[in-house]
């Protein structure tokens, strides 16, 4: 079994033993269990970027094994440099999801675990996937264990909220189920890099653009289909939100990259102007939506839309800088959302409230905590140094190249993310202590400062030396430009 099958398929074993083994009252083993199987599965993936070949587009630790021979379908993985952050950010992120939930979950723990390890190798299954039916397997699965983290453990309205998730993503979903059918007609099989190499007429790649558009789109979300993000968020145990923002956001857009772009390069040209069109209405109108939340969760939450924009509109401008600083700008936002999430987290299992009246003061009584909160806060609006502002800052570039008053738009963001961020830290961490319960909290412990020190150090490591994220996806990004720049009208 390759790195990649055990990546797969290690957290999705480990979360089955812990399913199976954990009771209600082996609390300790439960954790002990789930904690080695995130670091065994994050450490499965190592190899991947030790022996990663750079300066090639071409497909690496490939697996292939003949799976339903009468469909021509296979069991067929891959990496390639755009793929392989991805694969490990995923891998990464579940580890810090299970120390961070050591405490917390009162009922069905093991579940609640088994939930998390689950969804972690079915995510890392649709980076990995070559086979698109595969990739739909994949892809449609995470909603599972998701829709059940929602449902089981979020908050007051969280039937509601698991609900509304199922139905937007699953709906978009069937629309791509009929486009992967067609491709698999045209070219009898469902080898995603025999689809790229397809010629089709100009209608069929608009009708299959709004068909992937329709999954991947929700699946960012891109507005106007991000109405249901927000409020899974708010409903949301504190992992689950720290998954959704940091992984499964990036699922729609990796899906963009890797069949939108490519296998549909003449209608992605043809729609470009309307993908460009909703990533700044994301960038500029959700920053601004942002700004008048009172609850930290819903905050952060439009906040990710108005960063996943900046994703989309680097995509769609086809340039070197565009997609390199897209794809940054996922990996980027990986790591900082998750922060953002986590840190709300600290303070809601403490105070038991989202709401930013409820605070002020914080940094009085929790000092460490917030030297931790002020680094996240400020990697959200885009600081020098760290993580969130190489991402942005390379698209912003890419747009200015492409269209000067594009760029200009999308560089207003700066100034809305520092609007929502700062305010809103300034709100909850300065001040006085606003009343009784803020002046009796207590500082992180020694296990949540573990998790967010890990965290800072990735965002000031990526954001003070970026070169290894960009190096790896340079060959990958150049391909990929070079299939989504020429026609395949047949």
């Known amino acids: 079994m390759g790195c990649l099958s055990l990546a797969i398929w290690l957290p999705i074993v480990f979360g089955v033993m812990v399913l199976l083994l954990g009771k209600e009252n082996q609390v300790q083993l439960v954790r002990w269990l789930a904690l080695a199987g995130a670091l065994l599965s994050f450490a499965v993936t190592v190899p991947l970027y030790a022996r990663f070949k750079y300066g090639t587009a071409e497909m690496q630790f490939v697996e292939k094994t003949l799976w339903i021979e009468r469909y021509n379908i296979y069991y067929h993985l891959g990496v390639d440099g755009i793929s392989l952050w991805f694969i490990l950010l995923t891998a990464f992120i579940t580890v810090i999801v299970v120390i961070a939930g050591w405490q917390g979950i009162q009922k069905n723990f093991h579940q609640y675990m088994a939930a998390f390890l689950v969804l972690s190798g079915l995510m890392v299954g649709v980076f990995a996937a070559l086979d698109g039916l595969l990739f739909y397997i994949f892809f449609e699965a995470t909603l599972i264990p998701m829709y059940l983290i929602i449902g089981m453990w979020g908050g007051a309205n969280r039937i509601y909220a698991a609900f509304k998730f199922f139905l937007y993503t699953l709906l978009g979903s069937l629309l791509t189920l009929v486009a992967f059918t067609y491709l698999y007609t045209k070219a009898g099989s ?71 772009l490519p296998v549909l390069p003449d209608a992605s040209r043809q729609w470009a102007w309307l993908m460009i069109a909703f990533s700044l209405i994301a960038v500029i109108y959700i920053g601004l939506v942002a700004l008048v939340q009172t609850d930290m969760k819903k905050l952060v939450a439009y906040s990710s839309v108005a960063h996943m924009g900046f994703v989309t509109l680097g995509f769609f401008i086809f340039s070197s800088l565009g997609v390199t600083g897209a794809l940054l700008q996922m990996i980027s936002h990986g790591f900082v959302s998750a922060a953002m999430f986590l840190c709300i987290g600290v303070l809601y299992d403490r105070m038991h409230t989202r709401e930013i009246a409820a605070y002020g003061g914080v940094v009085n009584t929790m000092p460490r905590f917030a030297t931790f909160a ?32 594009i760029g200009l738009l999308a560089a207003t963001a700066l100034i809305w993310g520092a609007g929502y961020s700062l305010w809103m830290f300034k709100r909850i961490y300065f001040g006085v202590v606003a009343n009784e319960h803020v002046g009796a909290l207590k500082d992180v412990s020694a296990r949540e400062c573990l998790v967010l020190a890990v965290l800072a150090i990735a965002v000031l490591g990526m954001g003070l030396y970026p070169k290894p994220f960009a190096e790896a996806m340079d060959a990958s990004v150049a391909h990929l430009l070079e299939q989504a720049t020429h026609s395949k009208l047949n």
């Open 374 to 405: 002020m680094l996240f806060y400020m990697a959200n609006c885009g600081l020098p140094g760290t993580a969130g502002f190489v991402g942005e800052w390379t698209v912003i570039l890419g747009a200015v190249k492409y269209n000067f008053w």
């Open 190 to 260: 469902f080898n995603i890099q025999a689809w790229q190499a397809l010629p089709l007429p100009a209608t069929a790649q608009s009708l299959l653009f709004f068909a992937l558009f329709a999954a991947f789109a929700v699946k960012v979300p891109m507005w106007p289909v991000h109405t249901w993000l927000p409020d899974v968020h708010v409903e949301a145990p504190t992992g689950g939100s720290a998954v959704l923002a940091a992984i499964m956001l990036k699922l729609g857009a990796y899906g963009f990259v890797r069949f939108s």
